[in-house]
């Protein structure tokens, strides 16, 4: 079942998404050359406790660490680590924080210090496709509409669509109902409602859009190692469109 929010409910999602917002700042400002992936995740844990929230991912399925961060190839739901960045990479950051009962979630990828021209062309290409599909959450929309302006965006610049991983619903749960495939063709699905709380996340990949586990169980990268990027928001769907609960 699809769940709509009330009104006291969004303002907690609100909160919960503001605590993701703020420790995106603060991580994007320590994210240079030299600094690992455990480092991050420590920032990320203590400013998440600090404001009242918790992690959401730490302990979700087992799941070992406060966020995801996954590098180059790497798509989703790496594991931070002492793996150092290096100048040139990019970096995955998925954020989740749980506060009075309902959780916020955002993905933004980064870039480490001065990256190639592909990079930073697979970067804005997949921000943008986030933004053309928040831009469909609207009241009266159907479901598909939004992966279908994700996936007529991508491919027009060159790039792939995940097919194995989607958005989702999300409020008390990390993962509601429905799921939210970033491909497909538009008018599908169930009608948008007000109230509904979405996590739209573009997953994009240079080359084919295969990917594969890790031995980790963890880690999916692409097949053929080529550069992936991953961005997300938490949305709300209101009376006067949507609404992006996870930036300040």
């Given at each position: ?17 503001r ?74 950051i ?39 599909g ?33 958005g ?16 497909g ?64």
């Amino acid at each position: 079942m699809i769940i709509c929010k009330s009104k006291t409910e969004l303002a907690i999602m609100r909160e919960a998404g503001r605590i993701v917002a703020l420790t995106h700042e603060e991580l994007a400002k320590a994210i240079r050359p030299g600094i690992t992936t455990r480092e991050l995740d420590e920032i990320a844990e203590e400013l998440i406790r600090k404001h009242g929230a918790t992690p959401s991912f730490k302990g979700y399925h087992g799941y070992p660490a406060s966020i995801c961060a996954s590098v180059n190839e790497e798509l989703v739901h790496g594991i931070p680590g002492p793996r150092v960045l290096r100048e040139g990479d990019i970096i995955s950051i998925d954020i989740g924080a749980y506060y009075q009962g309902f959780h916020g979630d955002s993905a933004w990828t980064y870039p480490v210090g001065n990256i190639s021209d592909e990079a930073a062309r697979l970067l804005r290409v997949t921000e943008e496709a986030l933004f053309k599909g928040i831009e469909q959450a609207r009241e009266g929309n159907r479901l598909s509409d939004i992966g279908h302006a994700v996936q007529k965006h991508v491919e027009a610049a060159g790039f792939s669509v995940v097919r194995d991983y989607v958005g989702h619903g999300i409020g008390r749960q990390m993962h509601e109902d429905p799921q939210i495939p970033n491909y497909g063709p538009p008018n599908r699905g169930p009608r948008l409602k007000v109230g509904m709380t979405l996590a739209i996340e573009p997953m994009v990949n240079v080359g084919a859009y295969h990917c594969k586990t890790l031995a980790d169980n963890w880690t999916v990268v692409t097949a053929d190692g080529s550069l992936a990027a991953h961005f997300e928001h938490t949305v709300a769907i209101t009376e006067n469109g949507p609404e992006i609960l996870t930036r300040l």
